[in-house]
């Protein structure tokens, strides 16, 4: 799994024109998954994203985890964090899994954080989404799963 994780004051999703999903102060999560994904990813991510000390603290340090300041995790399916772009004009989206593999993976991550005690909301697996953030920092990071035993990444 991909994600790139961002630190907002407030985010939403769009699908046509109604609000499918929105957090205040938070995390946006947009969420890539690959073919040789799991179980071990799922509990990896939620862990990660449940844990990662990225707020401030009262001497404005990085000290705070999205829990410990009351905040909210807006999870966003993104198939393009699988594009390659290494040859050609054309992203080629191959090394991304298949929509069923994938949505089912990104439920269950969005069942993970909600048992790991956080507020989530999602935007529209497989929708074209509008989605709109106020960056926090801006604070963005990169986390990728490891491989799963026998994948062949």
């Not at 994904?37 to 939620?46: I, K, Y």
């Not at 004009?89 to 929509?99: D, H, K, L, V």
């Not at 929708?127 to 062949?152: C, F, K, Q, W, Y």
Request: charged share 25%.
């Amino acid at each position: 799994m991909r994600a790139v994780l961002q630190r907002v004051s407030s985010a939403s999703v769009r699908v046509d024109d109604r609000v499918v999903g929105r957090i205040d102060r938070g995390l946006l999560v947009l969420l890539g998954v690959g073919p040789d994904d799991g179980g071990a990813a799922v509990a990896f991510m939620a862990d990660r994203i449940r844990t990662l000390r990225i707020f401030a603290d009262e001497a404005g340090k990085m000290n705070r985890d999205v829990a410990e300041v009351g905040g909210a995790v807006l999870l966003v399916s993104q198939f393009t964090l699988y594009g390659d772009t290494s040859r050609g004009r054309r992203p080629s989206f191959i090394g991304a899994a298949p929509p069923g593999l994938a949505r089912a993976l990104y439920e269950d991550l969005a069942a993970a954080l909600r048992a790991r005690g956080l507020h989530v909301e999602t935007g529209e697996f497989g929708a074209h989404m509008d989605v709109s953030l106020v960056n926090d920092g801006p604070v963005t990071l990169i986390l990728e799963s490891p491989p799963e035993r026998g994948a062949s990444r």
